[in-house]
């Protein structure tokens, strides 16, 4: 994997969308995937996971990307959750006081036998 | 290599080109054996520091140089971001409050509160027009660092 890049792939399970993400999230791609996120919401997706499985990196400017994304999709009726927090990215979210802030689930299939 | 051994980048005030400050501090890193966890969590705190810089520094959107000096010694890493930005003490940034019961907290002030828990130290001094911050990140480096990598 491109320690570098950011990748985002989606795919779906039942009424989730699940969104892949891999590499590194920082200030020079947050954008990117908040254009992603915002796509789904506007599109009508009701139910989003976020896989963060594959994160190898990340900044504050994924939490802006994600806190603005989260309030975005409950405006629309949506609603986002999270999995795959391990290791030192879901230390970066401790240190950001950000885990409350989220539904997070350990892993994919209990987020979506929850969704 | 022997110690201490500095390494000096100058980039823009462009997120772009912290891809290039990321190139160098990792090899600087792997060279001197830097344990892995350690390199992370200097990344990450000189990613918050420089971006804070590139976007907040300057009132206009002219271009800016950053100056970064990274420098290795036996018992960890010390790195110097100097910018002739506005005046800025990261130690003096106002602990985030918590969200009232309910409400998610808001993005602003993430990054410095991170990074006062990623690195052992923060220093900064404003000399004439530039802030100079320096990042330090203890751990062992050198060749006694190779044999204990994790």
């Given at each position: 994997?491109?320690k570098?890049a950011l990748?985002?792939?989606?795919?779906?399970?039942?009424p989730?969308?699940i969104?892949?993400i891999g590499g590194?999230i920082?200030?020079?791609?947050a954008?990117d995937?908040?254009?992603?996120?915002?796509?789904l919401?506007?599109?009508?997706?009701k139910?989003?996971?976020?896989d963060?499985?594959?994160?190898?990196?990340?900044?504050s400017?994924?939490?802006?990307?994600?806190?603005?994304?989260?309030?975005?999709?409950?405006?629309?009726?949506?609603?986002?959750?999270?999995?795959?927090?391990?290791?030192?990215?879901?230390?970066?979210?401790?240190?950001?006081?950000?885990?409350?802030?989220f539904?997070?689930?350990?892993s994919r299939?209990?987020a979506?036998?929850?969704? | 290599?022997?110690?201490?051994?500095t390494?000096?980048?100058v980039?823009?005030?462009?997120?772009?080109?912290?891809?290039?400050?990321?190139?160098?501090?990792?090899?600087?890193g792997?060279?001197?054996?830097?344990p892995e966890?350690?390199l992370?969590?200097?990344?990450?705190?000189?990613?918050?520091l420089?971006?804070?810089?590139?976007?907040?520094?300057?009132?206009?959107?002219?271009a800016h140089?950053i100056?970064?000096?990274?420098?290795?010694?036996?018992?960890?890493v010390?790195v110097e971001?100097?910018?002739?930005?506005?005046?800025?003490d990261?130690?003096?940034?106002?602990?985030?409050?918590?969200p009232?019961?309910?409400?998610?907290p808001?993005?602003?002030?993430?990054g410095?509160?991170?990074t006062?828990?990623?690195?052992?130290?923060?220093?900064?001094?404003?000399?004439?027009?530039?802030?100079?911050?320096t990042?330090t990140?203890l751990?062992?480096?050198?060749?006694?660092?190779?044999?204990?990598?994790?």
């Amino acid at each position: 994997m491109n320690k570098t890049a950011l990748s985002m792939e989606d795919s779906r399970a039942g009424p989730a969308c699940i969104l892949s993400i891999g590499g590194r999230i920082d200030s020079g791609n947050a954008a990117d995937l908040q254009d992603r996120l915002n796509k789904l919401i506007l599109s009508g997706e009701k139910a989003i996971l976020l896989d963060f499985k594959e994160v190898l990196y990340l900044t504050s400017a994924a939490f802006r990307v994600l806190l603005v994304a989260t309030d975005e999709a409950e405006r629309n009726a949506s609603r986002i959750v999270l999995c795959g927090l391990v290791g030192q990215v879901r230390e970066l979210f401790e240190m950001g006081g950000l885990l409350e802030a989220f539904t997070v689930h350990g892993s994919r299939e209990d987020a979506l036998a929850r969704l | 290599m022997p110690l201490p051994q500095t390494t000096l980048i100058v980039i823009r005030n462009n997120v772009a080109d912290l891809a290039a400050l990321t190139a160098v501090m990792e090899r600087v890193g792997t060279e001197h054996g830097m344990p892995e966890k350690s390199l992370f969590q200097l990344q990450v705190a000189l990613d918050e520091l420089v971006s804070n810089v590139s976007k907040y520094a300057w009132p206009e959107p002219n271009a800016h140089d950053i100056e970064i000096r990274i420098t290795a010694r036996h018992d960890g890493v010390e790195v110097e971001i100097i910018d002739d930005g506005r005046m800025f003490d990261p130690r003096d940034a106002p602990k985030r409050d918590k969200p009232p019961p309910g409400q998610r907290p808001r993005p602003g002030g993430v990054g410095v509160q991170m990074t006062k828990q990623l690195v052992d130290r923060i220093d900064y001094a404003r000399i004439g027009n530039r802030n100079h911050t320096t990042l330090t990140k203890l751990c062992t480096l050198g060749p006694a660092a190779f044999g204990e990598r994790k």
